[in-house]
T-cell receptor, first 115, second 113 residues
Framework: NAGVTQTPKFRILKIGQSMTLQCTQD?????MYWYRQDPGMGLKLIYY???????DKGEVPNGYNVSRSTTEDFPLRLELAAPSQTSVYFC??????????????FGQGTRLTVV | AQSVTQLDSHVSVSEGTPVLLRCNYS??????LFWYVQHPNKGLQLLLK??????LVKGINGFEAEFKKSETSFHLTKPSAHMSDAAEYFC???????????FGTGTRLLVSP
């Protein structure tokens, strides 16, 4: 059971380039999330999804886009990369049991540097 | 509004002494609460969770936390710190029916020999 898998693990982008961070989970979880973590800081929610075809903005969505065409996949798209997007990105998934969120299962992260 | 406050950004202890990491939450509805640990340059690992069962929750590596509704607190404790406990710890709240997980800003635990 692989859990949550993120690719790539590391990436260097030039300013203005675009890329997609991939995230897939094999636990059939409805909820998926993208967070960013800046050095010495906590996690900030970028986007989340409560099921295939449904996405919503988190705290810091500007400069990013997401899609959720299947339960398993939740890619994060960076358009026109900027140095402010240098961060570590975490994908996570969870599900609800009797109305309560279970714990989130995290991927290993993608370390992105924009130069 | 749902929020989490981790009262200390840094906590320093000596190896073998008790650990206390404090977390207060604000939630309109009955919450689920979690503690995660992150070692340097690593991902996040679940330490323990409270989801409305026993108020004293035991987790991995000797950690435990007590849910106190009257104090809106969920403090993390360990009787005896180990060098390997040095890491960043995050308290997380998710109210009943709420879709998102709300993270605290983290507490860095430093353990000295």
């Amino acid at each position: 059971n692989a859990g949550v898998t993120q690719t790539p693990k590391f990436r260097i982008l030039k300013i203005g380039q675009s890329m997609t961070l991939q995230c897939t989970q094999d636990m059939n979880h409805n909820y998926m999330y993208w967070y960013r973590q800046d050095p010495g800081m906590g996690l900030k929610l970028i986007y989340y999804s409560v099921g295939a075809g449904i996405t919503d903005k988190g705290e810091v969505p500007n400069g990013y886009n997401v899609s959720r065409s299947t339960t398993e996949d939740f890619p994060l798209r960076l358009e026109l990369a900027a140095p402010s997007q240098t961060s570590v990105y975490f994908c996570a998934s969870s599900y609800k049991r009797e109305g309560r969120n279970t714990e989130a299962f995290f991927g290993q992260g993608t370390r992105l540097t924009v130069v | 509004a749902q929020s989490v406050t981790q009262l200390d950004s840094h906590v320093s202890v000596s190896e073998g002494t008790p650990v206390l990491l404090r977390c207060n939450y604000s939630s309109s509805y009955s919450p689920s609460l979690f503690w995660y640990v992150q070692h340097p340059n690593k991902g996040l690992q679940l330490l323990l969770k409270y989801t409305s069962a026993a108020t004293l929750v035991k987790g991995i590596n000797g950690f435990e936390a007590e849910f106190k509704k009257s104090e809106t607190s969920f403090h993390l404790t360990k009787p005896s710190a180990h060098m390997s406990d040095a890491a960043e710890y995050f308290c997380v709240v998710s109210p009943w029916g709420f879709q998102k997980l709300v993270f605290g800003t983290g507490t860095r635990l430093l353990v000295s020999p």
